[in-house]
């Protein structure tokens, strides 16, 4: 969708290393999220962001950490990647909190680590 | 945090039939949302509902939320092709209210 772009769209990554992924978006919406989608589990939050410099965890939240120093701007950094840690990354934008006009999803970075 | 079952996990029908998948939980949901993500796609929001016993209609889609709003169902009237991929639903329940928890989907494949 316009307004929400994700960076790398493919990455493949040795175990151990630390990658980062972007999430940039351009509506200006205060909410932000990372999620995985791996087959059988469906989608899992792992890190949100309601403001600049406000974070808090998701459900699968270890091994990750996020920062957002600019609205338009949240990372996702996996301190060191394992193979567990494969997987298609979403990054979702949202006007209010509890979602009324639903998330708005960027079109993914699949991660492969090695 | 809330749990949301999605039934059936996979579902084939040929083009023309009709398709639905249902959503439930234990507890009392405040709302529910509905995206569809196609094949090598990203989820894409379909439909939020509110009201217990909340129905809504986009073209082929209806939407159900049940009385006890611990329901919800996605009923497609003749189904195309162009309906292929993984309709999910997903609620704002739980601890939290920032975050959406998504049920585990159904994959729907439409056979020409």
């Known amino acids: 969708d316009a307004g929400i772009t994700q960076s790398p769209r493919h990455k493949v990554t040795e175990t151990g290393t630390p990658v980062t992924l972007r999430c940039h978006q351009t509506?200006?919406?205060?909410?932000m999220y990372w999620y995985r989608q791996d087959p059988g589990h469906g989608l899992r939050l792992i890190h949100y962001s309601y403001g600049v410099k406000d974070t808090d965890k998701g459900e699968v939240s270890d091994g990750y950490s996020v920062s957002r120093s600019k609205t338009e701007d949240f990372l996702l950094t996996l301190e060191s990647a394992t193979s567990s840690q494969t997987s298609v990354y979403f990054c979702a934008i949202s006007e209010f909190g509890t979602g009324e006009t639903g998330y708005t999803f960027g079109s993914g970075t699949r991660l492969t680590v090695v | 945090g809330q749990q949301v079952m999605q039934i059936p996990q996979y579902q084939h029908v040929q083009e023309g039939e009709d398709f639905t998948t249902y959503c439930n939980s234990s507890?009392?949901?405040?709302?529910i949302q509905w995206y569809k993500q196609r094949p090598g796609g990203h989820p894409v929001f379909l439909i939020q509902l509110v009201k217990s016993g909340e129905v809504k209609k986009q073209k082929r889609l209806t939407f159900q939320f049940g009385e006890a709003k611990k329901n919800s169902s996605l009923h497609i009237t003749a189904t195309q092709t162009t309906d292929v991929g993984t309709y999910f639903c997903a609620d704002n329940s739980g601890a939290g209210s920032y975050q959406l928890t998504f049920g585990k989907g159904t994959k729907l494949s439409v056979i020409p």
């Open positions: 507890t009392t949901l405040s709302n």
């Open positions: 509506e200006n919406h205060r909410y």
